[in-house]
């Protein structure tokens, strides 16, 4: 599993739509991470404005191995810095065509 760091805006986080910005700016970090994989959708929840952990979820497609899955995604945030850091936690696949589960 990976672990990195995003840096956000500690303004930004303190704001509204805290998850959407998490999920967008991880996303991309993903994406980066985890080369050939598309990732579908990424959400995130956040137990309350003055929290320092989330958790997140990330749909993915891998074509070239005929995946599809879910990775589950800690997140810890630094309130003082915006500084973010994640670790994919835990990993589900299927095959694409049949929808059978596999291993990862």
Excluded at 82 to 103: E, F, H, I, P
């Amino acid at each position: 599993m990976a672990a990195a760091a995003l840096a956000l805006a500690a303004p930004a986080l303190a704001g509204g739509g805290q998850e959407a910005m998490l999920a967008r700016a991880l996303k991309g970090a993903l994406a980066r991470t985890y080369k050939g994989y598309a990732f579908t959708r990424v959400s995130c929840w956040i137990p309350s404005p003055t929290s320092t952990r989330a958790r997140c979820t990330a749909r993915f497609v891998h074509a070239a191995q005929s995946l599809k899955g879910v990775f589950g995604i800690a997140v810890t945030i630094d309130r003082s810095t915006g500084g973010v850091r994640w670790q994919a936690t835990s990993a589900t696949c299927a095959d694409l065509a049949s929808g059978k589960k596999v291993a990862c």
